[in-house]
């Protein structure tokens, strides 16, 4: 039988775009989880605006350590902290619940909880350090993109791999995407990471593969399949252990 091509179409880089920013974009939504190739995508937005940003800080004269927390800014409010929210979320959830339903209604809850606290925390202070490295060499920005972009890549993946684990909610009501498109967002990935980081790529790559895989194990195990907190988990755990990476090598 000959290969379904992926359906992949220009007007889903909005879509993606106008899901996980906060950039004043119109989309077509009825694309759902079709448009989630284009993830990465948005990621590469992301981080050329933060890296502009942080270029020009630089140039001014602030030093690494406050152009990284400028980073950390930037890349947070243009997000609108969507994917530290699903990290605090699954943290309470996972940690503060006995069994499935629980974990579930407590990922919920709007407020959050210890576990969520010190994640968030823990979570910044990584991204914090391995960025006061990584800006202080040569070719940062587009090493930035990589991992900005190669990070989204991994949720397509986990929606395609996991179910979903609940009845409701952003990622039941955007769909799965099909194997092929989660592919697509899986080679942008992998491709923006080579591109940035050169040989160094494919260490971010296995890298990415390695958290995306322990992320799929722990949720399923905890709550058995995936949930929009769980991608912006998968998100963040990938980028802690990229950035880590990317600071290691250089």
Do not use: N
Request: charged share 10%.
């Amino acid at each position: 039988m000959p290969q379904q091509k992926p359906d992949i179409r220009a007007g889903d880089i909005a879509v993606a775009l106008a899901l996980l920013t906060r950039l004043p974009l119109r989309a077509d939504f009825s694309r759902g989880a079709a448009a989630a190739w284009a993830y990465p995508l948005a990621g590469v937005v992301l981080a050329m605006l933060a890296g502009v940003m942080c270029w020009l800080l630089m140039a001014l004269g602030l030093p690494p350590t406050l152009a990284a927390a400028a980073w950390l800014f930037a890349t947070i409010v243009l997000s609108g902290a969507m994917h530290e929210d699903g990290l605090a979320d699954c943290a309470d959830g996972f940690w503060g619940g006995w069994e499935k339903a629980r974990r579930l209604e407590i990922m919920k809850d709007s407020r959050i909880g210890t576990y969520g606290v010190l994640a968030l925390g823990l979570s910044l202070l990584c991204r914090w350090a391995a960025l006061t490295v990584i800006l202080t060499v040569p070719g940062w920005g587009l090493a930035l993109i990589g991992v900005a972009a190669l990070s989204r890549a991994a949720m397509p993946a986990l929606m395609t791999a996991l179910p979903h684990a609940r009845s409701d909610g952003l990622s039941r009501a955007q769909g799965r995407p099909s194997r092929q498109q989660a592919l697509v967002a899986v080679a942008i990935g992998c491709g923006a990471a080579i591109l940035g980081a050169g040989w160094g790529g494919i260490a971010l790559i296995v890298v990415a593969l390695l958290a995306t895989g322990c992320c799929a194990l722990i949720a399923r195990s905890k709550i058995g399949g995936q949930t929009g907190d769980v991608l912006g988990a998968t998100q963040q755990v990938c980028e802690i252990a990229l950035l880590a990476t990317l600071a290691t090598l250089t």
